[in-house]
């Protein structure tokens, strides 16, 4: 019985595959649950809004529907792998994402084995093209976004001890954190590190150690799930200093987290809807505000309103990204695109993107954003380029 | 028949599902979904055996198999990294503490030897422990370890809270099935030893087997240790399949699983194990995978099928053996020719006669 | 130097309430059934999911008794489906059982909210924030552990001098001669799985008052440690529970102020390990010979 309903099985699948002609796959390997769900799902929402916007790809004079094969990472390593599987399985040309390094690693390893191209949309550790010749990614790195923090600190807030709270077993938390730790120390800083596990519902220990230890700046990469957690208590414990994290805090769930509570929010991030000097970008935020208002579930994804994350807009440029290189290898054929991918070059709603050595964008702004605590939406704050670095 | 026609008979058929498994990776292709399922079910039935040993055959109550699976999983990984790949998997630590690099052999034996190693340290208190408080304490102490492994100042060796990786894997989906065909052969030949026979004598009544003249705390640290290698090898295995490590994935939630598996399967029999390993792999990430997505059958679209279903389905499945199905596919039977034969006899032979 | 150790002190005690109120749902279960029941923390989980969705749509003077009244039904059902047809079978099927009912549980859990975490509505007054000395903290914070203890000695004071009570103490003492007296087991198992689940879904308020997310897996620590406290405080005991959780919310919270933030779980079942060793039967159990 088992036998006969597993042959049924397999055949809806082969059935449901050959059914299409001319279609090209593109995965999208994204957290819709877990910690990191709600992040994904915005990230996802750029994919889609790009998708609708380029539905097909002319390759050698043929027109292939382009197909979305998404799948969810669960915000975890060990499932991260079997949806990476699942994503090779089924024949893709590319993958895009994850939000979240650690699972992008995890799933890289899948992919280099499978030889099949992967462009990472917020996945800001190193160790993700790093360590892998076939993940290639459109934002900017952890090295960099921490020193940005790190500065903001010292040179705007006058910070000179900071608290540095990041997650156990969370490659991005703990990475950020270790950047920001050393770039702050470099700037003559002292630095008070704290780690919590997976679960933890309760900060006011940490708080309260941050408080007691004289710190004035605390920095706390993490998810959004544990950041809501952190601003109500700190709100509740009455902190005089400023809390700050990198670009997952840029959600939502922090600007209702903070709404009406009296503390200092910041995060950086990789874009600014409100930043109209570009007209490609300008044109991304109008349409895509468009296109989440007419949609109502695409709306509920995003938290149910239509404040545009800068995960949306890298997802929208990693699938356009995508959309060059496969037109440049002239081929579905995932080899063939992992060749053509270090040569795309590609004006985007972030910024130009063309890869370095090692598959990283060559990009060097940062966006610092405040959390208003009356409106509920982020205000700009500044920017800050590797050159101001100095 | 006779005990050396019974061994080659179940050693042709072995052979066979070598012969198989070989043609399914010829043919099906090794991106398949088919050939990944067969690789980690081959692991995972080392595991679940393992545990089983422990559970079914010697009735000890133990909750510690994602502990010793991590440290057999760390040892491996730690231990064979390229020293080329370094500094790029240590990158906080500057290049980690190691230099050197071992054989993946050497790994992997290490691997279930450290495990083993801690298993006898923590035997020697917890295993005077009585069922449901040694359930407890292994859970505990596994919980423990999965904190000792993130602990930050430990980072040059594990790398602290950050992934592994760049150790060796394998390709071939053969690989995994030798290996475990090696560790299941290595725990039968014990089960089926003297000391095998003492285990399930404390297993049915730890005082008789007392009165009997088996030493209770020997026998008994003696399978936690042998369960704990396999354990620690099992780890090590499922590295290799996945390529990256993360201690955060050991948690107690894993070892509910393969405790799922081994009751599924039927406590006490290493067979039951086997199947139910492949079955619980294949339905959870292969099979089921449909429930996770929306389907139409013409322009009716399925209802309730989402992000999640195919978890409660294969629960609920799960609750309904465990209710209904007490001894599992296989109560304490094994599936070899002696078991089939049987089987048939049962089921023909006194059909037959009633017919 | 007390100063500074206060805020730790207070936040240990609050934890340590809400602790102790999933612990009493533990230790009266394992009391008269000798089973662990795993799925208690994700029945807590469940409760702050139904506040969840019932505050979404109704005020709040209706959704705290239904939210009450469900986490309630819940446990009942748990007990009926999963458990009560176990009731010859070997302990550790039981066991099996309710590793399998959490794992459904969490699972469909996960299925209705998408896996993504939840707001937790906010109840008017514990929710505001008062200022102690120098520390500020939540309304809730305090009020935990005084409706803990008072809520732990209404239960004593069911255990000791009621009917059910009484039926309670001698079905934990000998299942079969209760039975055998005339008690009804079933009414009984019953009774223990709802006064439990009453108290969860209580702890559930105030804990998700004071933690304001809800994720399928949120019970899940909490769960494991107030059952590490009722094992502390000598499983089967009620007021043992409730020391035992306080012993824990605020060793843990010793542990952060201390610096070793890794360890903060770790400590709880190093402790747990230790008790085991030092006395089988925790703090305040009775010594259980083996019959032969």
Redesign the interface.
């Known amino acids: 019985m088992?036998k006969v309903?597993?042959l049924v099985?397999a055949m809806?699948?082969v059935l449901s595959a050959a059914a299409m002609a001319e279609t090209l796959k593109i995965g999208v390997f994204e957290p819709?649950?877990g910690d990191n769900g709600a992040g994904g799902k915005q990230e996802v929402l750029g994919i889609e809004y790009a998708h609708s916007l380029t539905p097909t790809v002319e390759i050698n004079g043929v027109t292939y529907d382009i197909e979305l094969d998404i799948v969810?990472n669960q915000s975890?390593?060990?499932k991260a792998?079997?949806a990476a599987?699942?994503l090779?399985?089924d024949?893709v040309s590319i993958v895009l994402g994850s939000y979240g390094s650690?699972v992008s690693?995890?799933g890289?390893?899948?992919f280099a084995?499978?030889t099949t191209p992967a462009i990472g949309c917020s996945c800001t550790n190193?160790?993700v093209t790093?360590?892998c010749d076939y993940y290639w990614r459109v934002c900017f790195l952890d090295p960099f976004q921490g020193t940005v923090m790190a500065n903001f600190a010292k040179e705007e807030k006058q910070a000179t001890k900071a608290y540095v709270l990041t997650?156990?077993?969370?490659?991005y938390s703990?990475?950020l954190g270790?950047y920001f730790q050393q770039a702050f120390t470099a700037l003559g800083g002292d630095v008070v590190?704290g780690?919590f596990?997976?679960g933890t519902s309760d900060f006011t220990a940490f708080l309260t150690t941050a408080i007691n230890e004289g710190c004035d700046f605390f920095f706390a990469p993490s998810s959004t799930t544990s950041a809501s957690l952190i601003i109500d208590q700190a709100a509740s414990a009455n902190v005089t200093f400023p809390i700050a994290a990198g670009d997952t805090w840029e959600s939502s769930v922090i600007l209702d987290a903070a709404k009406g509570k009296n503390v200092e929010v910041y995060c950086s991030t990789f874009f600014d809807e409100k930043d109209e000097s570009s007209t490609v970008a300008a044109d991304f935020v109008s349409g895509f505000k468009a296109w989440l208002n007419d949609n109502a579930d695409k709306k509920t994804n995003n938290g149910g309103n239509d404040i545009v994350a800068a995960v949306s807009a890298l997802g929208f440029d990693a699938y356009n990204v995508a959309i060059e290189a496969i037109k440049a290898a002239g081929s579905p054929d995932p080899q063939a695109v992992a060749a053509a991918l270090p040569g795309v070059v590609y004006d985007g709603v972030t910024g130009s993107i063309s890869f370095d050595e090692n598959g990283d964008a060559n990009k060097d702004m940062a966006y610092i954003k405040q959390a208003n605590n009356e409106t509920g939406e982020f205000d700009f704050i500044k920017t800050q380029s590797v050159a101001d670095l100095g | 028949m006779k005990k050396s026609t019974k061994n080659f008979i179940n050693l042709v058929l072995l052979a066979l599902l070598f012969v198989a498994v070989w043609l399914i990776e010829r043919f099906a292709g090794?991106?398949?979904?088919l050939v990944?399922v067969l690789k980690?079910g081959a692991i995972y039935a080392v595991i679940a055996v393992s545990m089983n040993l422990l559970?079914g055959f010697t009735g000890l109550?133990s909750l510690g198999q994602a502990g010793f699976m991590l440290v057999g999983a760390y040892t491996y990984a730690v231990l064979t990294i390229p020293v080329a790949?370094r500094v790029?998997?240590y990158?906080?630590y500057a290049g980690g503490a190691i230099h050197f690099q071992l054989p993946w052999i050497v790994g992997i034996l290490l691997a279930g030897v450290m495990a083993a190693l801690l298993a006898a340290l923590i035997g020697l208190?917890?295993l005077?422990?009585?069922?449901?408080?040694l359930?407890?304490?292994t859970?505990?102490?596994a919980?423990?370890i999965?904190?000792?492994i993130?602990?930050?100042k430990l980072g040059p060796i594990t790398n602290?809270?950050?992934?592994l990786?760049?150790y060796p894997?394998f390709?071939s989906v053969l690989f995994p099935f030798a290996a475990a065909t090696i560790c299941i052969g290595i725990i039968v030949l014990l089960i089926n030893s003297t000391y095998g026979r003492a285990f399930k004598a404390i297993r049915d009544d730890e005082?008789a087997a007392e009165a009997m003249g088996i030493n209770l705390f020997r026998h008994k640290q003696m399978a936690f240790v042998i369960s704990s290698f396999f354990a620690g090898v099992g780890g090590a295995l499922l590295a290799m399949?996945?390529?990256?490590l993360?201690?955060?994935?050991f948690k107690?939630?894993m070892t509910?699983e393969i405790?799922?598996i081994v009751?599924i399967g039927g406590?006490g029999s290493v067979t039951g194990s086997v199947l139910a390993s492949f079955?619980f792999i294949t339905a959870s990430?292969w099979?089921l995978?449909?429930l996770?997505s929306e389907q139409f059958i013409g322009s009716f679209q399925v209802p309730l099928l989402?992000?999640?279903?195919r978890?409660?389905v294969?629960?609920?499945v799960?609750?309904v053996v465990?209710?209904f199905f007490?001894k599992g596919i296989m109560g304490d039977r094994e599936f070899d020719i002696e078991g089939i034969a049987k089987w048939c006899h049962r089921r023909f032979g006194k059909g037959g006669a009633k017919a | 130097m007390f100063e500074k150790f206060f805020p730790y002190l207070l936040a240990g005690v609050s934890v340590g309430g809400q602790y102790a109120l999933i612990a009493v749902g533990y230790t009266m279960v394992y009391g008269i059934l000798?089973l662990?029941n795993f799925a208690h923390g994700d029945i807590f989980t469940a409760a702050g999911f139904f506040m969840v969705y019932i505050a979404a749509t109704m005020p709040l003077y209706i959704a705290v008794p239904l939210v009450i009244i469900l986490t309630v039904l819940l446990g009942f059902t748990v007990e009926r489906v999963?458990y009560k047809?176990?009731r010859t079978?070997p302990?550790?099927?039981i066991?099996?059982?309710a590793?399998?009912?959490?794992?459904?549980l969490q699972?469909?859990m996960?299925?209705i909210t998408?896996?993504l975490a939840k707001q937790y509505p906010v109840l008017p007054w514990i929710g505001d924030t008062i200022t102690l000395g120098n520390t500020s903290t939540k309304v809730v914070t305090i009020v935990t552990p005084i409706l803990t203890i008072a809520l732990v000695v209404a239960l004593v004071m069911l255990i000791q001098r009621t009917k059910i009570g009484m039926a309670m103490r001698a079905v934990s003492k000998d299942f079969e001669t209760a039975q055998l007296m005339g008690i009804k087991i079933n009414s009984v198992i019953s009774t223990t799985f709802i006064i439990g689940s009453f108290l969860a879904a209580v702890g559930s308020m105030l804990y998700f008052s004071n933690y304001a997310t809800v994720t399928p897996t949120i019970g899940?620590m909490p769960g494991?440690k107030a059952?590490?406290a009722a094992?502390f405080g000598g499983i089967g005991s009620v007021p043992g529970a409730v020391i035992g959780a306080f012993i824990i919310g605020i060793a843990e919270n010793i542990i952060k102020a201390l610096g070793y933030t890794?360890?903060s779980?770790?400590f709880t079942?190093?402790l747990?390990?230790v008790i085991?060793?030092v006395k089988?039967t925790g703090l305040f159990g009775e010594k259980i010979s083996?019959k032969?």
């Open positions: 088992k309903i597993a099985l809806m699948l819709a649950s969810d975890q390593t060990d792998v079997s599987q699942t090779v399985n024949k650690g690693m995890a890289g390893d899948v084995e499978h190193p160790s790093l360590l997650q156990l077993g969370d490659d703990t990475g270790f590190t780690e596990t997976e | 090794a991106s398949s979904m990944t980690k559970n109550f790949k790029a998997v990158q906080m208190p917890v005077r422990l009585k069922s449901d408080y359930a407890i304490a859970l505990g102490f919980e423990i999965r904190a000792i993130q602990y930050e602290g809270s950050l992934l990786k760049t894997t390709s005082i399949y996945q390529g990256t993360q201690a955060n994935a107690s939630a509910y405790l799922l009751v406590m079955l990430e099979w995978r449909f996770d989402r992000s999640g279903f978890m409660v294969f629960s609920i799960i609750m465990v209710l007490r | 000798r662990i999963a047809p176990l079978a302990r550790m099927s066991m099996i059982s590793i399998g009912v959490s794992y459904l699972n469909l996960w299925y998408g896996g899940a494991l059952f590490v094992v890794t360890f779980d770790a079942f190093a747990l390990i085991l060793l089988p083996e032969v």
